[in-house]
Structure formats: C-alpha cells, structure tokens
C-alpha cells in the first residue's frame, strides 16, 4: 500500500526522472537516504517498473486500436504486440476495441513497417490506426 510520501515520489518522478534524491529531500522534507530507501522499494515492489526519457528527435507516432478475435486470448496478441519493433505501449481496454497500442518509428516507412507487421499477427481481426500530428 503507497503511502501519502511514496505517491508524492512517483508524481515527482513521473515529472521528471532525473530529479536528484537531495531535491526531493528537500521538498518533501525528509532525509536524502529516506529518499533512497523509498525509491529502492517502490522499484522492488514493481511500483516503479523503469526509468525512462522522453526526446523531441522521435520520428511519426501513431495510435492503433485493434479488436482481437474471440478465439485467440486477447493477452496473446498484447503480448505479442508489445514485442514488434516499433510499438511503444500496450494497454488491454474495454470497449469496441481490446488492445491500444502506441507506435513510432524513425521515419513513415519505419511506421508503417510496424502497423503492418501488427495488422497481421495471429488474433488481430480489425484494426484502426491514427496518425499523430501534435503531442502536447
């Protein structure tokens, strides 16, 4: 169970990966060392999965969602799916759809190498795919 500190941790880290342990001492008004300890659990825990950038140099980004065969667990296909080259993040939803998948590539060929790569794989019946144009 996180803590009132612990959620303050994650919100912090989620902002900005890189904030030193000595800043969020500071602002959250505990030791350097309480800090640490805290972020070691929350990593052990699996709370905190990976630490990661973000780069403004990422080629075109699109968003799929694909609608999964009744036949084929939908966990078969997000699995597989998270592992094609190009795709970002998968989340299993509800609604018409049963997968999104984020997807970029390094250039419109790179992308469409990876949609078309998911459109066939085993389970995939329909899918829907929309370019990005701007992230804010």
Known sequence: MLDEVDKKIIEILKQDARTSHVAMSKSLRLSEGAIRRRIKKLVKDGLIRRFTIETSEEGPAAVMLVSVSPSVPTSQVSTTLKKTKGVKKVYEVTGEFDVIALLSG????????CIEKARMLEGTARTNT???LKSL
Request: proline share 0%.
């Open 106 to 113: 390094s250039d419109t060929s790179a992308l469409d190498a």
């Open 130 to 132: 929309m370019m990005v």
